[in-house]
């Protein structure tokens, strides 16, 4: 039974985005991240710059309504090169449009660490994302957005000092 209401779920989410579109497309972005520790850090703990690059689809529900999902590449963490944390990450945000030009969404996200197998972090990690998009014409946008981490990302079987990662994004991005 729940794979037959399952199944008409997905079916039905199918049926809509094609009736309202869906489009496709890349985007890069300039990350500013840092890590948040408890109990405070004992050292002096900088932002780290990196990058991010991704392939989406985004899903049109109605006219005003979609659900962009993206596989991306995060360099993220702090400066201090034993705290850098790559990731592959898969955001899933509902998106409404505010007019022509601008869109907001927010949703879920879960990361994949992509780097030393026993390093100190978790191998999975969950973070909220948010952010703002702007077209500047039907096919190049820009955007900014922020990453909340809602889990740890040390391993807690290793410490007892918790660490969440917060990355800001500002992108550009083409839709074919």
Same mark, same amino acid.
């Given at each position: 039974m729940k794979s037959l209401i399952l199944t008409l779920f997905f079916a039905s989410i199918t049926s809509l985005s094609v009736a309202q579109g869906t489009s496709y497309g890349v985007r890069g972005a300039l990350n500013v991240s840092n890590l948040d520790f408890d109990p405070d850090a004992t050292f002096v703990n900088q932002h780290r710059n990196g990058f991010a690059f991704a392939g989406f689809a985004d899903f049109g529900i109605s006219d005003s309504f979609s659900i962009l999902t $993206?596989?991306? %590449?995060?360099? $993220?963490?702090a400066k201090e090169e034993t705290l850098r944390a790559d %990731?592959?990450?898969? !955001?899933?945000?509902?998106?409404?449009?505010?007019? +022509?030009?601008?869109?907001?969404?927010?949703? !879920?996200?879960?990361?994949?660490?992509?780097?030393? +197998?026993?390093?100190?972090?978790?191998?999975f990690t969950f973070s909220g994302v948010g952010g703002l998009e702007y077209m500047i014409t039907d096919e190049l946008f820009i955007d900014a957005r922020v990453h909340y981490g809602l889990s740890n990302i040390l391993d807690k079987d290793l410490t007892d000092v918790e660490a969440q990662n917060t990355t800001f994004q500002f992108g550009f991005g083409i839709k074919i």
């Open positions: $993206e596989l991306q %590449y995060s360099a $993220e963490g %990731y592959i990450q898969l !955001p899933v945000m509902a998106r409404i449009s505010i007019g +022509n030009k601008f869109t907001v969404g927010a949703g !879920p996200m879960l990361s994949l660490k992509t780097w030393a +197998n026993q390093d100190g972090f978790a191998t």
